[in-house]
């Protein structure tokens, strides 16, 4: 099963806006990524934050971890048509086997 | 660094039929990922190797199903007696390994699975 919820399950914004996802998980974790995959092409890694990190930014993404509360968000700022696709998180957690658990992701589309 | 790759990219058979899917990692990654996807769904963790070891199967994974990687470097997937619950994407995916916390997964375009 998978552990994480993300919020919301579709997103539709005119190109020039920001993208907030938000994702839920319930268990302790090592560190949080986030995937980007576009139709039928498969995922692609965008950043990852660790467990101790509150805050993290990549160019125009910008990630938070508040691990009291077990979610993350993914901001994308001033978005673009090429930004449309599906969003994932993905949790590395301290108990368990060597492996990610993906959320069912954010599908994101950006109007020009 | 060449990527990923997956082949076949489609593939179409009928049910009761066996396939075999085959995943070429990025060359110096030691840890090969599969993965399971549904239509509207994240993936779903199946198995992953570190080197040639097996070292993690999920409950979704049935005897129908195994993987191998016999030297380390590609792997194969194989379902037999393929079943309409088997269409999905199965995607790949490698990393390095590190101890205490896992690698970003660089992923292959996945190779999609229809049962007729």
């Known amino acids: 099963s998978q552990q994480g919820e993300e919020d919301p399950q579709a997103l539709s914004i005119q190109e020039g806006e920001n993208a907030t996802m938000n994702c839920s998980y319930k268990?302790?974790?090592?560190?949080l990524q986030w995937y980007r995959q576009n139709s039928g092409r498969g995922l692609v890694h965008l950043i990852l934050?660790?467990?101790?990190?509150r805050e993290k930014h990549s160019g125009r993404l910008r990630v938070t971890l508040d691990t009291s509360k077990k979610s993350s968000s993914l901001l994308i700022t001033a978005s673009r048509a090429a930004d449309t696709a599906s969003y994932f998180c993905?949790?590395?957690?301290?108990?368990?086997?060597?492996?990610?658990?993906f959320g069912q992701g954010t599908r994101l589309t950006i109007n020009p | 660094d060449t990527g990923v790759s997956q082949d076949p990219r489609h593939k179409i058979t009928k049910r009761g039929q066996n396939v075999t899917f085959r995943c070429d990692p990025i060359?110096?990654?030691?840890?090969l990922y599969w993965y399971r996807q549904t239509l509207g769904q994240g993936p779903e963790f199946l198995t992953y190797?570190?080197?040639?070891?097996?070292?993690?199967k999920s409950r979704l994974l049935s005897d129908r199903f195994s993987a191998e990687r016999p030297k380390g470097s590609f792997s194969t997937l194989e379902i037999q007696r393929t079943e309409q619950g088997d269409s999905a994407m199965y995607l790949c995916?490698?990393?390095?390994?590190?101890?205490?916390?896992?690698?970003?997964?660089?992923f292959g375009d996945g190779t999609r699975l229809s049962i007729l």
């Open positions: 268990t302790s974790i090592n560190n």
């Open positions: 993905a949790t590395d957690q301290t108990q368990g086997a060597q492996k990610l658990v």
């Open positions: 060359s110096e990654h030691n840890r």
């Open positions: 934050i660790r467990s101790n990190e």
């Open positions: 995916a490698s990393s390095l390994a590190s101890s205490g916390y896992i690698q970003p997964q660089h």
């Open positions: 190797f570190q080197n040639e070891a097996q070292l993690e």
